[in-house]
């Protein structure tokens, strides 16, 4: 069955300090998409990025990157230079083929705080 | 360009009393999504949309929980006798195309609190 974790609940750091949010996952499928959204206090779901299971390249947008492992299920996100505005929960997300739906399996999220 | 609206975006309900949340998806979006978000947990899947076509309603809670999408646009998510347990933030979100090609928009939710 496809599964998400993501072991950090909640993270704070210094603004300026680089942080990265830990995303493990599990499937038995060999073609698969992660996901990464923001939630900010407002609620919304802010797409961040997608990646496909069979292109492995990390991918570096302004202050953040992503790095994907599939040797070990893992989906990290960073974000360098953390500004307070970075202050939300982040959730990353697996879609699941079954029934050719393609519905997300999210992870319970990462709070961070980042503190001025 | 306007994203994914719901209405309404707070909503108080009695125990048993009937619900109705509304979805408006992106203009030309062919797929719908409704997601079910308790407090402190990630999004949980309820039902999917493809234009009217509901293909897959296996997340829905109990048979109090309809869905329905008649024209292929907006969508409206429909609780009856609502439930203590009911309380949550319910997210619709829209894609473009058909799965898996396209990422899911999501709107800003409907709170549900039932007293």
């Known amino acids: 069955a496809q599964k998400v974790t993501q072991a950090q609940t909640e993270i704070s750091v210094v603004e300026k300090e680089d942080v990265t949010l830990d995303c493990v996952y599990e499937?038995?499928?060999?073609?698969?998409?992660l996901f990464w959204y923001k939630q900010p206090p407002s609620g919304e779901l802010v797409f961040l990025i997608r990646r496909n299971s069979f292109d492995e390249q990390n991918e570096i947008s302004g202050r953040y990157s992503w790095n994907f492992q599939k040797s070990t299920s893992s989906f990290n996100f960073t974000i360098t230079a953390s500004q307070v505005v970075d202050s939300a929960v982040y959730f990353c997300a697996l879609s699941d083929p079954t029934s050719g739906t393609y519905k997300y399996i999210f992870g319970t999220g990462t709070r961070l705080k980042v503190l001025a | 360009g306007a994203g994914v609206s719901q209405s309404p975006r707070y909503k108080v309900a009695k125990r048993g009393q009937d619900v109705a949340l509304r979805c408006d998806p992106i203009s030309g979006h062919v797929s719908l999504f409704w997601y079910q978000q308790a407090l402190g947990q990630g999004p949980e899947f309820l039902t999917y949309f493809q234009n009217e076509a509901q293909l897959d309603k296996s997340g829905l809670p109990s048979d109090r929980f309809f869905a329905e999408r008649p024209e292929g646009s907006v969508s409206t998510l429909k609780i009856q006798r609502t439930q203590q347990e009911d309380s949550a933030v319910y997210l619709c979100?829209?894609?473009?195309?058909?799965?898996?090609?396209?990422?899911?928009?999501f709107g800003p939710g409907t709170r549900l609190t039932v007293l």
């Open positions: 499937t038995r499928d060999t073609t698969y998409y």
């Open positions: 979100a829209s894609s473009l195309a058909r799965p898996p090609f396209n990422e899911q928009f």
